[in-house]
């Protein structure tokens, strides 16, 4: 039994447009693979986030004891300075064993 031309025509227009649409699904952008790279990147950027957001938060705590007191300055200034007050004894501590 011999199908009709138009029957034919439009059973080939319609594979090839099945196939078209397959070949969006798998390759390309908008793929798959292309949504899972998306997925793995936008995981990354959110745990970047997630340690930035700490360390801003970290940092206004101290903006906000610097405002606050002088606490948080005189504790920068022994570390970073070598601050000592009047009336208190500094001892440096030397380990032997240490490189020159």
Avoid: C
């Avoid at 798998?26 to 899972?36: K, N, T």
């Avoid at 938060?57 to 004891?65: F, N």
Wanted: net charge negative; hydrophobic share 50%; aromatic share 4%.
């Amino acid at each position: 039994m011999k199908r009709p031309a138009t029957a034919t025509l439009l059973l080939a227009v319609m594979v090839l447009a099945l196939l078209m649409l397959q070949a969006r699904l798998w390759f390309g952008e908008g793929s798959l693979r292309h949504v899972a790279g998306l997925r793995q990147q936008l995981a990354a950027l959110e745990a970047e986030n997630a340690r930035l957001a700490e360390r801003n938060r970290l940092i206004a705590a101290d903006v906000q004891d610097l405002k606050d007191g002088l606490d948080k300055i005189e504790e920068i200034a022994r570390r970073d300075l070598g601050l000592v007050r009047e009336g208190e004894t500094f001892y440096l501590v030397l380990d032997r064993d240490a490189a020159p």
